[in-house]
């Protein structure tokens, strides 16, 4: 008897689970147990998408919150992974810096946007800062200790082999802490399209998180859980996305899952 | 293909009883929450924004109108009176007073809401732009059209609908100003600043703009534009099954109203102790405010031509048909307490 593959199970199974929700919050809209107004069914949803669409909104929303999710992302990412590379392997620079950004780091990135609107006005300058704030932290934090845990037995055999400088930092630093490093740069992700929600609330006039609260404030639920849905979708293809670059630039890689 | 769909179904089944279950468990948690958020009905919770148009609701309050009148309300603070609607609208509070453009909008997308007062018989120029100055001009058109300039507001309110019929009226294009949401409190440092050229909004941030900025403020003003009002909301079912709260609560305003004109002095003082604002900001503005508990032919004016904003902003769909807003006003509590207080059509 042929059985299911377990990559087909697993979609049959997660299909399944999203239709269902789908048809129960359609009914219960529908019925009336919950206030229409206030939870409209995914039919109306999906209308409002198509509204959006019609109008332009939707292009627009989307455009400006991917880019400023990507340079927030990329800025915070790049400048995590250099001071992590050197705060993880030499020491006087641990020394002077981790205590700072220890310091910052239970900031709840939420907490300083008042703070970077003051410094930077309400433009895409401090959105991205608020971003780049956000993404650094979870990046840093597992560059730095996967660059300070390589087993020491790598570096012995680096020096055997004469590997010296900069060859030791691409050849067998770098790969060695990419597994804490690409689980930094998950979080990171998933953090800075929370962070475009964020600061789209304070003084924007475009983007999905913008789309949300004035949705919110007209009163179009259904709009406001179509933005919120395409949040949600866009967070987790960047995540997909991201994934895939890292296996098609180091292919080499196992990532948890893999065997 | 047969067995494959057999395999299918038998997967189907095993999810399909635990999904039910958590959606049962879903749902009864979800009614023993809302069940618990319902207050004693000796009580009634009124949620207001922390600002000097709620005056009328403050005084009562402080100098124990309601009580008085046979209400014992506590009152649940907002930054905005729209956020204080969304929370009535979810049933986590009896009442709610709000400006008149979110119940606008609300009804609009069919939220049952019924008006029984407003809390301002009228209000003067209590929404305006301010702006930076700029080489001395001081005619709107020729600042908005001069460059494209940023103008912040506060959407979903009164202050988008001002910025709305503000650029109408001055003929300034959508593609010749730069709208941009913000938080009303955050409006003043951010004009201060040079994020932005021009905010529109109400008081008392209109007036601390107006004040930090000093001699490089100007202020377009248009008294027949539009001026916010804002109201009492009930739902439809307390007009039976509240009666008696909201008569008590109209009751309660009505002698605070009395109390505001004979007393402005101790009534500015119980507006500062809820609002933090500072003194001279009360004093600033007050005079914008007629505190009395009316029902107006103003409001359903305002609320018409809100409508007609709605569909053409987008905010509600085109086939959204308007509805008779004179249906949302229950005139029968204000009649009785202040018969002359309610001058509508």
């Given at each position: 008897?042929?059985?299911?593959?377990?990559?087909?199970?697993?979609?049959?199974?997660?299909?399944?689970?999203?239709?269902?929700i789908?048809?129960?919050?359609?009914?219960?809209?529908?019925?009336?147990?919950?206030?229409?107004?206030?939870?409209?069914?995914?039919?109306?949803?999906?209308?409002?998408?198509?509204?959006?669409?019609?109008?332009?909104?939707?292009?627009?929303?989307?455009?400006?919150?991917?880019?400023?999710?990507?340079?927030?992302?990329?800025?915070?990412?790049?400048i995590?992974?250099?001071?992590?590379?050197?705060?993880?392997?030499?020491?006087?620079?641990?020394?002077y810096?981790?205590p700072?950004?220890?310091?910052?780091?239970?900031?709840?990135?939420?907490?300083?946007?008042?703070?970077?609107?003051?410094?930077?006005?309400?433009?895409?300058?401090?959105?991205?800062?608020?971003?780049?704030?956000?993404?650094?932290?979870?990046?840093?934090?597992?560059?730095?200790?996967?660059?300070?845990?390589?087993?020491?037995?790598?570096?012995w055999?680096?020096?055997?082999?004469?590997?010296?400088?900069?060859?030791?930092?691409?050849?067998?630093?770098?790969?060695?802490?990419?597994?804490?490093?690409?689980?930094?740069?998950?979080?990171?992700i998933s953090i800075?399209?929370?962070?475009?929600f964020?600061?789209?609330?304070?003084?924007?006039?475009?983007?999905?998180?913008?789309?949300?609260?004035?949705?919110?404030?007209?009163?179009?639920?259904?709009?406001?859980?179509?933005?919120?849905?395409?949040?949600?979708?866009?967070?987790?293809?960047?995540?997909?996305?991201?994934?895939?670059?890292?296996?098609?630039?180091f292919?080499?890689?196992?990532?948890?899952?893999?065997? | 293909?047969?067995?494959?769909?057999?395999?299918?179904?038998?997967?189907?089944?095993?999810?399909?009883?635990?999904?039910?279950?958590?959606?049962?468990?879903?749902?009864?948690?979800?009614?023993?929450?809302?069940?618990?958020?319902?207050?004693?009905?000796?009580?009634?919770?009124?949620?207001?924004?922390?600002?000097?148009?709620?005056?009328?609701?403050?005084?009562?309050?402080?100098k124990?109108?309601?009580?008085?009148?046979?209400?014992?309300?506590?009152?649940?603070?907002?930054?905005?009176?729209?956020f204080?609607?969304?929370?009535?609208?979810?049933?986590?509070?009896?009442?709610?007073?709000?400006?008149?453009?979110?119940?606008?909008?609300?009804?609009?997308?069919?939220?049952?809401?019924?008006?029984?007062?407003q809390?301002?018989?009228?209000?003067?120029?209590?929404?305006?732009?301010?702006?930076?100055?700029?080489?001395d001009?001081?005619?709107?058109?020729?600042?908005?059209?001069?460059?494209?300039?940023?103008l912040?507001?506060?959407?979903?309110?009164?202050?988008?609908?001002?910025?709305?019929e503000?650029?109408?009226?001055?003929?300034?294009?959508?593609?010749?100003?730069?709208?941009?949401?913000?938080?009303?409190?955050?409006?003043?440092?951010?004009?201060q600043?040079?994020?932005?050229?021009?905010?529109?909004?109400?008081?008392?941030?209109?007036?601390?703009?107006?004040?930090?900025?000093?001699?490089?403020?100007?202020?377009?003003?248009?008294?027949?534009?539009?001026?916010?009002?804002?109201?009492?909301?009930?739902?439809?079912?307390?007009?039976?099954?509240?009666?008696?709260?909201?008569?008590?609560?109209?009751?309660?305003?009505?002698?605070?109203?009395?109390?505001?004109?004979?007393?402005?002095?101790?009534?500015?003082?119980?507006?500062?102790?809820?609002?933090?604002?500072?003194k001279?900001?009360?004093?600033?503005?007050?005079?914008?405010?007629?505190?009395?508990?009316?029902?107006t032919?103003?409001?359903?004016e305002?609320w018409?031509?809100?409508a007609?904003?709605?569909?053409?902003?987008?905010?509600?769909?085109?086939?959204?048909?308007?509805?008779?807003?004179?249906?949302?006003?229950?005139?029968?509590?204000?009649?009785k307490?202040?018969?002359?207080?309610?001058?509508?059509?």
């Amino acid at each position: 008897m042929k059985r299911l593959s377990k990559g087909s199970l697993s979609i049959l199974q997660g299909g399944f689970t999203i239709v269902f929700i789908l048809v129960i919050w359609e009914i219960v809209s529908r019925v009336g147990i919950v206030p229409k107004p206030l939870f409209p069914p995914p039919t109306r949803v999906f209308g409002a998408w198509i509204e959006m669409a019609r109008s332009g909104e939707l292009l627009r929303d989307i455009q400006a919150s991917l880019w400023r999710a990507l340079i927030g992302f990329c800025l915070g990412s790049v400048i995590a992974i250099f001071v992590g590379l050197l705060t993880g392997r030499i020491k006087l620079f641990s020394n002077y810096l981790s205590p700072l950004i220890q310091l910052l780091r239970p900031l709840p990135p939420v907490a300083i946007i008042p703070l970077v609107i003051v410094w930077f006005g309400i433009g895409e300058v401090s959105k991205i800062f608020s971003i780049s704030f956000a993404v650094f932290f979870p990046v840093w934090i597992n560059t730095h200790v996967g660059v300070r845990d390589i087993p020491k037995t790598f570096l012995w055999s680096a020096h055997t082999l004469k590997i010296r400088g900069l060859a030791i930092l691409w050849k067998v630093i770098f790969p060695a802490a990419l597994p804490f490093i690409v689980a930094g740069l998950r979080t990171g992700i998933s953090i800075a399209f929370i962070m475009v929600f964020v600061s789209e609330l304070a003084g924007a006039s475009s983007g999905i998180g913008y789309q949300i609260y004035s949705s919110q404030l007209a009163y179009r639920m259904d709009r406001m859980i179509a933005a919120l849905v395409l949040l949600g979708l866009f967070g987790a293809l960047a995540d997909i996305g991201l994934l895939a670059i890292i296996r098609l630039v180091f292919p080499w890689l196992k990532l948890s899952g893999q065997k | 293909m047969f067995q494959l769909a057999q395999e299918s179904w038998r997967y189907l089944k095993r999810s399909m009883r635990f999904l039910v279950l958590a959606l049962l468990t879903t749902l009864v948690l979800t009614g023993c929450l809302n069940s618990s958020q319902t207050p004693p009905s000796s009580k009634v919770t009124v949620g207001i924004q922390t600002s000097p148009a709620m005056a009328l609701v403050m005084v009562a309050q402080d100098k124990g109108f309601f009580t008085d009148a046979g209400v014992d309300v506590e009152i649940k603070e907002f930054t905005a009176g729209k956020f204080a609607l969304q929370a009535f609208l979810s049933g986590s509070i009896d009442f709610a007073v709000s400006g008149e453009v979110p119940v606008a909008l609300a009804t609009l997308q069919e939220n049952p809401i019924r008006v029984v007062s407003q809390v301002v018989e009228s209000t003067t120029n209590e929404v305006r732009v301010v702006a930076t100055k700029d080489d001395d001009v001081e005619d709107p058109t020729s600042y908005f059209k001069s460059k494209k300039r940023k103008l912040a507001t506060s959407i979903g309110g009164g202050p988008e609908f001002y910025t709305y019929e503000f650029l109408k009226r001055y003929q300034i294009a959508d593609d010749e100003v730069e709208i941009i949401s913000q938080k009303p409190e955050d409006m003043p440092a951010s004009l201060q600043a040079g994020s932005v050229d021009a905010i529109s909004i109400f008081d008392p941030f209109a007036f601390i703009a107006e004040k930090n900025l000093g001699e490089k403020a100007v202020t377009f003003k248009d008294p027949e534009l539009y001026s916010e009002l804002y109201v009492l909301d009930v739902r439809p079912e307390q007009i039976e099954e509240k009666a008696e709260q909201i008569e008590a609560l109209l009751k309660g305003m009505s002698e605070a109203g009395d109390f505001i004109e004979g007393n402005p002095e101790d009534a500015k003082q119980i507006v500062q102790k809820y609002t933090k604002l500072e003194k001279d900001v009360i004093d600033g503005i007050w005079g914008n405010f007629v505190f009395k508990p009316a029902l107006t032919q103003e409001l359903i004016e305002f609320w018409d031509a809100q409508a007609a904003w709605a569909k053409d902003t987008g905010k509600v769909k085109p086939e959204t048909p308007a509805p008779n807003f004179r249906e949302v006003v229950e005139t029968r509590f204000l009649e009785k307490v202040s018969p002359s207080a309610v001058q509508l059509q």
